[in-house]
């Protein structure tokens, strides 16, 4: 299996500009997860879905951010109007629960810079 | 609200020394994850507790899971210069796939 697929893995813009990231989860995963890392703050929970549904959306900082998972094998999470403080590491990640186990598998992220 | 705090925020030793890492519940958790991200790069999957009072062990790394089900504890013996990296604690609350990660600890070594 490839894992999780992220692109693009760099993506430099300026100000105001829309950006989407994507995702292609791990085949046979039913729950995917948008992270966001920064020094300042960490690695933060942004959204997550189970069978493409978004189930805890408490993460995502704004109206400019959304999210969609039109299907099981692939997800977008989009920002517009992009603003330099959304500079970060973008990862996804997903996971399958099987008896009580649900370790989450992370792709290789997207470095974001807002100019 | 649930939250997960971790300590220390970083910590540097001398390779061969012993290293470790706490974390710290507000509530009880049902389950207890730990990962491990290089510099540049990205989680990955170490160990899942899931029973009270549980220890795991994978080599020189130990794991551990209070028996309240609120604290973890990850220790290294003897660390290795492989061994660099941010330590992250994630807590689970209930059985759905949600985990809540602590602010890690970074590891660096002196050769």
């Known amino acids: 299996d490839a894992g999780v697929i992220q692109s693009p893995r760099h993506e430099v813009t300026e100000m105001g500009q829309e950006v989407t990231l994507r995702c292609k989860p791990i085949?046979?995963?039913?729950?995917l997860f948008w992270y966001r890392q920064t020094m300042m703050r960490g690695l933060e929970l942004l959204i997550y879905?189970?069978?493409?549904?978004?189930?805890?959306d408490s993460g995502m900082p704004e109206d400019r951010f959304s999210a969609k998972m039109p299907n099981a094998s692939f997800s977008t999470l989009k920002i517009q109007p992009s603003e330099p403080r959304d500079s970060a590491v973008y990862f996804c990640?997903?996971?399958?629960?099987?008896?009580?186990?649900?370790?989450?598998?992370f792709g290789p992220g997207t470095r974001l810079t807002v100019l | 609200g649930q939250q997960v705090m971790q300590i220390p925020q970083y910590q540097h030793v001398q390779e061969g020394e012993d290293f470790t890492t706490y974390c710290n519940s507000s509530t009880t958790l049902s389950n207890i994850q730990w990962y491990k991200q290089r510099p540049g790069g990205h989680p990955v999957f170490l160990i899942q507790?899931?029973?009270?009072?549980e220890v795991k062990k994978q080599k020189r790394l130990t794991f551990q899971f209070g028996e309240a089900k609120k604290n973890s504890s990850l220790h290294i013996t003897a660390t290795q210069t492989t061994d660099v990296g941010t330590y992250f604690c994630a807590g689970g609350y209930s059985s759905a796939s949600k985990i809540i990660f602590g602010s890690g600890t970074r590891l660096s070594i002196r050769p």
């Open positions: 879905f189970n069978n493409n549904v978004p189930i805890d």
């Open positions: 085949s046979g995963h039913n729950s």
């Open positions: 990640a997903s996971s399958s629960y099987r008896d009580g186990y649900n370790e989450q598998f």
């Open positions: 507790l899931v029973k009270s009072g």
